[in-house]
């Protein structure tokens, strides 16, 4: 029998298949401290993708535009009362720094980007930084199949009580002048 997808998850499923088609090079897991409301999140998110821009690309940053591509996906934590973001790094070029001394950079950046908001109520607490896998579903009848990250990524989509247009608003692409979520 064929299952007819609901207007949202062929949203989802055609996010997903868009994401895996994508150079992703790196996952990244960047939360905040409780309390932090969204606008401070997604400023101080900014703050710290200017940072990561300007030492990783230096000149190319500066001068040419050119930024570190890739795509956001907010994410409340309610538990916290805060927003937590997941950024898929693309590298088609493979021009970024490995693992190691990608994630030295970020521990940096986001050390630099708190004291330039001056408060220390809100602030970047944490990030976790992953080398990006794309998962291969072995037997498609398993009944406890793994998820693909952009699927899990994508559990927002599953809310019952969100429309498509404010599923859609928790995405952004990260190589936007500014990240911002409608």
Do not use: W
Not at 15 to 29: A, C, E, G, S, V
Not at 64 to 74: E, N, R, S, T, W
Not at 168 to 176: E, I, N, R, V, Y
């Amino acid at each position: 029998m064929r299952k007819y997808l609901t207007e949202k998850e062929q949203a989802r499923n055609e996010f997903i298949d868009f994401l895996q088609k994508q150079p992703t090079r790196y996952h990244l897991t960047v939360s905040f401290t409780e309390g932090t409301n969204r606008k401070m999140c997604i400023r101080l998110l900014n703050i710290f993708v200017k940072h990561l821009n300007t030492y990783i690309l230096k000149n190319r940053f500066t001068k040419y535009d050119q930024k570190i591509a890739g795509f956001v996906v907010l994410e409340p934590t309610r538990s916290l009362n805060t927003d937590h973001f997941h950024i898929f790094i693309f590298d088609e070029d493979n021009k970024l720094c490995d693992f190691d001394r990608l994630e030295e950079i970020i521990d940096k950046k986001i050390i630099s980007a708190n004291r330039s908001i001056g408060n220390q109520r809100y602030k970047i607490k944490k990030s976790y930084l992953q080398n990006y896998y794309k998962t291969v579903k072995e037997n498609k009848n398993e009944k406890e199949e793994r998820r693909s990250l952009e699927e899990y990524l994508t559990k927002n989509f599953e809310r019952y009580d969100l429309s498509i247009n404010e599923m859609l608003s928790t995405l952004c692409p990260l190589d936007a002048e500014s990240i911002s979520f409608s």
